[in-house]
């Protein structure tokens, strides 16, 4: 049984923190009471605050302050209305408060110069914490700028009616890179925002675009507005901004029928509608005018948006990127025929059926990216006659092909970087052109480097053995088929990131001369593998996954263990005591012995591995990090995309990035049942399983001392 404990520690504590709740506990702290009181003499306001000069007395529940709940810190001061005279503010005064958040000086009162010029700018800067600070009808000027700008964490200025004059003082807040809301209105700022560029990004704006105001950017020329929240349809106004070169309004919540303002800014280069709500009929007829686009994106959250695929006249455009996700393709767009320079054609989440477009690589010698993923795609055809095409990455997972891989798929990519096949029905197999995996060069293309780095045939029919010459791949998928025989030792003797053959039929021993140089993550579970465990299977290994084999003998002395995390050897027939020499993993995280033989007991230096309490192991400086945790996801990008315009960082360039492309994922037992980690949820597990054996005498009382365990299986 599976037994999760709370240390009495935590127990403790929270009966201390109920406990002083229940009694009125007083948060306040002194040093923080002390300091509102000189700040309230300090002001000498006609209106003094009310907060009694008694020691007796909780700050926290004073007028004006809010404070921290569980610190008892002030973490807000609300000083508006306030109308005190003196002539300039003594930030020092502010200083006790070192987690404040928030300061509303609305109607404070002062006049001429807020800041002394010696002091003002020091003293401002070091409120570390401060996000929100409101000076709202005062009589502050220009020259308060350069101190405000000294606020580096604010998130919010309000400068409202005021007497600010001239341009908008975009230099003078240059240094205030966290600012998410500056309000300047009520002031007599003139003349345009001298913005020809306006990366919007990733904030948290709403609304329609009509309340943004900007339309009135006339001279505009880059407008990214992507990872926003902002709903509605393009304003009509935006067919005055002729200027625009690129805009992406991606990942919003644009709805209704697709734009029909975007063909007025013929020098548009770069236009994403990607990730939206819209519904209804696409005509390419919006975009044919558009004689200088090179990248256009179109998707839909929704399932009612289509693409008319009939146009009358030939585009003007020679397009380098086209990406029509989630658009109910069920034929590829006939404009694509009149295109000849396209180098990422993205067509993946759509209806598309019948043989893949092998007329892609035919007729675009440059290609390089395509994506024709979760499809209904049923033969994978390649042309005949071409050879070394330049395409680098091609993922058609999750598609319907039932038929062998295409026996010439080495000779016409050569330079293939990234393959995906997975989630279909191929069968038969591995092709006679892999031998001897002599992938050559790739010119001056993705990343200037040879062979195939991504190769995930997992979850398709296929069958045989793999031959002694096949590897040389970093990332290798080969899960949830039908292969069989031994693995040759050759396989185990190359820098892999990754390598999962789970859930096949291997059989015969685990190769004994393993060498695994930087080998990130290694999956053999659910297989037939007999014979020892090899001592050297942990070198240079940050996942090792022997669950549901027949391995027996002992569990070995590892050598070379410290990369190691995840250790997985439940469901074999592993005898003998448990070895001491487990407590040298010191960076172990979650070590899983269930349903073997072992028997003896458990080791009581166990409470000496980390198991959570410190990850700062030590790194091989030449080894890097570059295992990386993350979740796998067949629908990830295995490329990001650089559009290098005139001002914002969006030649068109492409590069491999597999951060996502790391499929994190391990059962643990939790209370009889199996619970599957993946990505991101491993950094809360720290588990130790020794259910099922045959283990005799106490549990170490040593194991209460892992704070951070959350699963301990020891019965």
């Known amino acids: 049984m599976l037994v999760f404990f709370v240390p009495r520690f935590f127990f403790i504590t929270w009966v201390i923190v109920v406990s002083l709740q229940m009694h009125g506990y007083r948060s306040c702290l002194e040093k923080e009471r002390k300091g509102l009181l000189e700040l309230n003499a300090y002001v000498n306001s006609e209106f003094p605050y009310d907060w009694p000069n008694d020691t007796d007395s909780d700050c926290c529940q004073w007028e004006r302050v809010k404070c921290n709940f569980t610190t008892g810190s002030v973490v807000g001061l609300f000083l508006n209305s306030t109308y005190t005279v003196r002539p300039l503010l003594n930030i020092s005064l502010l200083y006790p408060f070192g987690e404040l958040k928030t300061l509303n000086l609305d109607y404070f009162n002062y006049t001429g110069c807020w800041f002394d010029n010696i ?137 209704g029928t697709s734009p029909y303002l975007i063909s007025n800014p013929t020098s548009l280069q770069y236009l994403s509608f990607s990730d939206n709500e819209f519904e209804g ?118 598609n319907k092909f039932d038929q062998g891989l295409p026996e010439n798929i080495r000779q016409v990519l050569t330079n293939i970087r990234h393959m995906n096949l997975s989630n279909n029905g191929f069968q038969g197999n591995l092709p006679s052109s892999f031998d001897n995996n002599q992938f050559t060069g790739i010119g001056d293309g993705l990343l200037n480097s040879t062979g195939l780095v991504y190769f995930d045939l997992s979850n398709n029919l296929l069958q045989g053995v793999i031959p002694s010459w096949f590897g040389g791949f970093h990332f290798m998928y080969f899960s949830v088929s039908v292969l069989k025989g031994t693995i040759p030792s050759s396989l185990f003797n190359i820098p892999f990131k990754l390598l999962d053959l789970s859930r096949n039929k291997f059989s015969g021993s685990l190769p004994s001369n393993f060498s695994g140089r930087h080998m990130g993550l290694l999956y053999l579970h659910d297989n037939e593998f007999r014979g020892p465990v090899p001592s050297t299977l942990l070198e240079n290994v940050m996942l090792l996954d022997l669950r549901n084999n027949k391995l027996s003998g002992t569990i070995p002395h590892f050598v070379s263990n410290r990369y190691i995390l995840y250790l997985l050897l439940s469901g074999n027939t592993l005898t003998g005591h448990t070895p001491t020499s487990l407590c040298d993993l010191k960076s172990i995280k979650v070590l899983d012995l269930s349903n073997n033989k072992l028997n003896g007991s458990i080791p009581s230096c166990l409470n000496n591995v980390s198991f ?104």
């Open 119 to 255: 002091h003002g700018y020091k003293s401002l800067g070091k409120l570390k914490k401060l996000e929100i600070l409101d000076l709202s009808h005062n009589f502050v000027n220009n020259n308060v700028l350069p101190f405000l700008n000294a606020a580096s964490p604010l998130k919010t200025l309000i400068l409202h009616g005021n007497n600010m004059k001239g341009l908008f003082p975009i230099k003078e807040l240059k240094d205030l890179k966290n600012l998410e809301l500056l309000d300047v209105s009520g002031n007599m700022l003139s003349g345009p925002l001298p913005a020809q560029a306006l990366d919007l990004s990733e904030n948290k704006f709403s609304g329609t675009l009509e309340e943004q105001g900007l339309c009135q950017l006339k001279i505009l020329r880059e407008l990214d507005l992507s990872r926003n929240e902002v709903i509605g349809r393009l304003p009509q106004c935006f067919s005055s901004l002729t200027k625009l070169e690129v805009l992406d309004i991606s990942s919003n919540k644009f709805s």
């Open 281 to 398: 009929v696409f005509s390419v007829e919006l975009i044919t005018n558009l004689s200088k686009l090179k990248v256009f994106k179109l998707s839909s959250r929704t399932s009612f948006l289509q693409i008319e695929n009939k146009i009358p006249l030939q585009p003007r455009f020679q397009l380098s990127v086209i990406e029509l996700q989630y658009c109910n393709l069920e034929t590829v767009p006939r404009f694509l025929q009149h295109q000849k320079d396209l180098r990422l054609i993205n067509l993946s989440n759509n209806k598309l059926t019948g043989i893949s477009p092998s007329w892609f690589l035919e007729n675009y010698p440059r290609l390089q990216v395509l994506p024709l993923q979760n499809n209904s795609f049923t033969m994978l055809q390649l042309p005949r006659l071409l050879l070394n095409h330049s395409m680098q990455i091609l993922d058609v997972s999750s």
């Open 612 to 715: 959570g309490r410190s990850l700062d192991y030590e790194i091989d400086p030449n080894h890097g990090d570059s295992f990386g945790i993350a979740g796998g996801d067949n629908d990830l990008e295995a490329y990001s995309m650089s559009f290098v315009s005139r001002f914002l960082d969006l030649p068109l360039e492409f590069y491999l990035d597999y951060s996502g492309y790391l499929d994190f994922s391990v059962e643990f037992t939790s209370k009889r049942r199996y619970d599957s980690y993946t990505g991101e949820s491993f950094d809360f597990i720290f588990g130790l399983d020794f259910s099922d054996n045959e283990l005799s005498g106490e549990i170490p009382r040593e194991l209460g001392d892992l704070q951070k365990m959350r699963a301990l299986n020891v019965l």
